[in-house]
């Protein structure tokens, strides 16, 4: 024990409590690891070496940038960091698809969409092609042409409403011509034809169609009115031949 009266003795430090601790844990990571696995140790201190334990703000070989936090990197180092960030949240991959993505043009036009033609079924006219409309025929609700749009249906099935197929454009229905009115191809009433009779053309019957002129004026061609029908003409009956009132 020093002697209280010597000075250097009072103040002198005692490293021995220091050395061991060292001296055994060396000897405890060679015995566990072995020599190679206490590589990074401290072993000078096997053989009785003072290596004074290092202060808490001792320097360091290692870059401050490496064993900082980020937020504690230099300068440059942050902001390099930085403007490698993805934007918006987004990982680096979904950035760079971004930044190689085509741009669209707002100001491109709108594909057109093909218009409906006559006798498809529709909705509005808005469908149609130009100038058809939407409207009922004998198809129901159908694309079809006003009076003097094309058609192509004798039925006239592709044109609206009550119109009729008439050469070849959709034409209004006109009351029909009686006996006996004169014609210029078509527009009888039914079972009428048009054709030349004494009167000159005109809507007339044919074989079997049923008559009123005595003189056979509503009966085609030859024809005669025979009984309320029109009739071909018989050979006539020689003189002294039998006879039943006519012939």
Avoid: F, K, W, Y
Avoid at 25 to 46: H, M
Avoid at 85 to 105: F, K, L, M
Avoid at 182 to 211: F, Q
């Amino acid at each position: 024990m020093p002697s209280p009266s010597d000075p250097d003795a009072m103040t002198a430090p005692n490293p021995t409590p220091a050395r061991l601790r060292r001296s055994i844990g060396a000897a405890a990571c060679v015995a566990l690891l072995g020599l190679l696995g206490c590589a990074g140790e401290d072993l000078g201190t096997l053989d009785g070496g003072d290596a004074p334990d290092a202060p808490d703000d001792a320097p360091s070989d290692t870059p401050d940038a490496a064993r900082r936090p980020d937020s504690d990197a230099p300068l440059d180092v942050r902001d390099a960091r930085e403007d490698a960030s993805p934007i918006d949240g987004a990982s680096p991959i979904d950035a760079a698809a971004r930044d190689a993505a085509p741009a669209i043009d707002a100001g491109a036009p709108d594909v057109a969409v093909a218009c409906l033609p006559a006798t498809q079924a529709c909705a509005s006219a808005s469908q149609c092609c130009a100038p058809l409309a939407c409207d009922a025929t004998t198809l129901g609700r159908v694309c079809c042409g006003n009076e003097g749009a094309a058609c192509t249906r004798p039925d006239g099935a592709d044109c609206c409403g009550e119109l009729l197929c008439d050469a070849g454009r959709c034409r209004a229905p006109v009351a029909c011509i009686a006996s006996t009115g004169a014609c210029a191809g078509g527009g009888c009433c039914t079972g009428l034809a048009c054709g030349t009779t004494t009167l000159g053309r005109v809507c007339c019957g044919n074989d079997g169609a049923t008559c009123a002129r005595p003189d056979g004026a509503d009966c085609c061609g030859a024809l005669l009115c025979v009984s309320g029908r029109c009739r071909p003409p018989a050979a006539c009956i020689a003189s002294t031949g039998a006879c039943a009132g006519g012939g």
